[in-house]
């Protein structure tokens, strides 16, 4: 659709453009943008992804509104009857609901199907993705957003033997994990792993717990080989495997092969599976169970024996029918999910389903599903509930009554205890959310930070506080114009949040009065914090870039903030790193290493060169920290000196007792203990 075309909807559609949003006032600012960015880019590639993942969450409401205008509007022209699902309480549909839900689902779907392929493209921009991670890191800690909860990474120890994968991105290649026995010398790799069986399979979290070995990710569409070995026995001797080895523990054998060919040959493409190993033997891991579920991976987590897995299930309006579920209601392990399961709020629009399933690794069975029709962005998972988040529009009409934001993000609230998720409310709050680490809960109050736009263009920031039923309680918002949120972190009591354009303002939030937040300061510094971490409840540290007064970066910088006294929060100590261009926790918390015991933190960053025979490469860098002497070097490990492959790497350090292990893998797995 070009410009005109797009004029002339907009003035029939009654809708306000506001002047900085027109469509060719928009073009000019991005490429202003590209241009000044343009030189630094080429230099640095992962920083060009992330000027572009900003810049696309900065231009989002600018591509929904012109875009998928028409789309929404045929949603309203067709006014389509459903279910609305019950707020502010635990949620048990009754029977006249459950009889309802796929009749509603359907009816949902259906209303697409008319819709021309110009409206039925994604109405939805892309998302970058005390409830503070525990501050004393054991062996099997990851740099994890709530305490108590897992997160996935490609490595992991259990104190013993550390564990590490490798994907493959090449048809020579196959995905492969690498078991290494820890000691005080260079670790010895015991075992390998390979996923050649599972073609296609792409490994995104990991985790260990006791003796399993946990794999999550996404495979494309199953294939016969795959709904043969699964489905055509339901006694477990599938063909190339020996039966002990994969026994009946799938938890979704049919005993009626038909039933199962049919559910599992359906229009979606691609599938999150969970394959487990049992790894008593470290020299022998033995392949226990593969399970699947509809769509493609979002998130994962695991709290106790429990895996919790989040896909998105997309399903095509011209392919559904009412006769057969499987066309439009998410499966488990082929299974349609049971009507009492499934959600449909009145206000969601397209055609994606979130899907949430509990996995008991102990038991080898599932203990919760569920599917939340509409998209999922992001999740955060508090200590008692969790929370799916999702970026919707208002389109701002002469009549509409929300004038704040042209944004809202949509948040659902499940329970879950020790695997049973129940939908307890669901809200919005104006804007988007940069990350999980905006999000925070705590005694029944939601703290939110977010970015939001109004018919000006300009960005504003706010913070938001909902109650347990998500509904709005208190709010302090029209803070830093013309700048977006970098980081937030929440301590207690207190938050902490950095927007940034020119210069770096850290604000400080006082919480104790949930529903009557205190913005208590604001401090202004060069650069931007990309990631904040309380190291004690006095010091906060600032993961970031160094940038001049005109926006160019000149390093990586770190940052020692006193935050004793919060409406005089203070720098007390700066590194700038001019020699590196990136590092990996700017934009994923798991890389960092935090130990508050021997006060130390440790990140791999990396390098481009400036000559023609220095290519740059990778350091592992460990830092000590201390209120009197600041940030000091502890050590320096080069893990690529002259990367004249353009290798891509990425590495995590830890510690086993004593000893300090930095794992990385490029083009293969590397484990070492490092002398300090």
């Given at each position: ?253 049919y005993k009626d092969v038909a039933v199962a060919k049919k559910a ?279 993961i970031g870039e160094e940038t001049t007064s005109n926006g160019t ?54 390098s481009y060169g400036k000559g023609t025979k220095d290519y740059g ?60």
């Amino acid at each position: 659709m070009n410009d005109k075309k797009i004029k002339e909807q907009l003035q029939q559609e009654n809708i306000i453009v506001p002047e900085s949003l027109q469509p060719e006032q928009m073009r000019k600012k991005l490429e202003q943008h590209k241009e000044a960015n343009t030189t630094f880019s080429s230099l640095h590639p992962t920083h060009a992804v992330n000027w572009k993942k900003r810049m696309g969450q900065l231009a989002a409401t600018v591509v929904i509104f012109l875009g998928c205008m028409q789309g929404f509007k045929l949603i309203q022209q067709q006014g389509a009857t459903l279910l609305k699902a019950p707020n502010n309480s635990l949620h048990k549909m009754n029977t006249s609901t459950q009889e309802q839900s796929y009749e509603k689902a359907y009816k949902k779907l259906n209303s697409y199907n008319t819709a021309s392929l110009e409206n039925k493209q994604d109405q939805y921009a892309d998302q970058a993705k005390d409830t503070t991670s525990s501050q004393k890191q054991t062996s099997n800690s990851t740099n994890v957003r709530t305490d108590g909860v897992d997160e996935g990474d490609f490595v992991k120890t259990d104190g013993n033997y550390i564990y590490a994968f490798r994907n493959s991105y090449d048809t020579n290649t196959v995905s492969k994990v690498e078991i290494f026995q820890a000691d005080n010398t260079n670790p010895k790799k015991v075992s390998s792993i390979s996923l050649a069986d599972f073609k296609g399979f792409s490994i995104t979290d990991m985790y260990i717990k006791d003796d399993k070995l946990l794999l999550i990710g996404q495979q494309s569409d199953l294939s016969k080989k795959d709904i043969k070995r699964i489905y055509e026995s339901d006694g477990g001797n599938f063909e190339n495997y020996q039966a002990n080895s994969w026994s009946d523990s799938y938890g979704c054998l049919y005993k009626d092969v038909a039933v199962a060919k049919k559910a599992a040959i359906n229009t979606n493409t691609i599938y999150t599976r969970t394959i487990i190993y049992n790894v008593s033997n470290k020299e022998h891991p033995i392949l226990e169970t593969s399970t699947f579920q509809d769509g493609t991976l979002e998130e994962t987590r695991m709290v106790e024996n429990v895996l919790y897995v989040i896909s998105s299930r997309s399903f095509s309006p011209d392919k559904i029918n009412k006769k057969e579920p499987a066309t439009y209601i998410p499966q488990v392990c082929g299974q349609v999910l049971n009507e009492r399961d499934v959600y449909v709020e009145e206000k969601e629009t397209g055609c994606n389903y979130t899907v949430l399933s509990s996995y008991d690794v102990t038991q080898k069975k599932y203990i919760d599903q569920k599917a939340d029709y509409g998209n999922s962005s992001m999740l955060y998972m508090g200590k008692e509930n969790l929370y799916i988040l999702s970026m919707k529009n208002e389109y701002l009409t002469k009549d509409s009554t929300n004038t704040d934001a042209m944004q809202q993000e949509h948040i659902v609230k499940y329970s879950y205890t020790n695997g049973s998720m129940n939908r307890m409310a669901s809200g919005t709050v104006n804007g988007y959310i940069f990350n999980d680490y905006c999000v925070d809960e705590q005694n029944g109050y939601l703290r939110v930070v977010t970015t939001y736009y109004n018919t000006d263009g300009i960005p504003k920031n706010g913070l938001f506080v909902l109650d347990s039923n998500l509904k709005q309680v208190g709010s302090i918002k029209g803070l830093a114009k013309n700048e977006t949120i970098y980081s937030a972190r929440f301590t207690g009591d207190m938050a902490y949040f950095v927007t940034y354009r020119n210069t770096d303002p850290l604000f400080t939030v006082d919480l104790s009065d949930p529903e009557n937040p205190v913005l208590m300061g604001a401090l202004k510094l060069p650069g931007h914090s990309d990631y904040l971490h309380p190291v004690t409840d006095t010091l906060l540290l600032g993961i970031g870039e160094e940038t001049t007064s005109n926006g160019t970066t000149v390093g990586l910088k770190l940052s020692l903030y006193d935050i004793s006294n919060p409406k005089k929060v203070k720098e007390i100590s700066k590194k700038v790193l001019k020699n590196y261009d990136d590092t990996e926790v700017l934009y994923n918390p798991n890389a960092l290493y935090i130990n508050t015991e021997k006060k130390e933190f440790g990140f791999c960053v990396e390098s481009y060169g400036k000559g023609t025979k220095d290519y740059g490469g990778y350091d592992y860098l460990l830092y000590n920290y201390d209120e009197a002497k600041g940030l000091t070097l502890k050590a320096k490990n080069v893990l690529i000196k002259d990367n004249t492959g353009y290798q891509e790497l990425q590495a995590r350090g830890f510690r086993i007792e004593n000893d300090f292990y930095i794992v990385s893998v490029a083009e293969k797995i590397k484990a070492m203990c490092v002398k300090e």
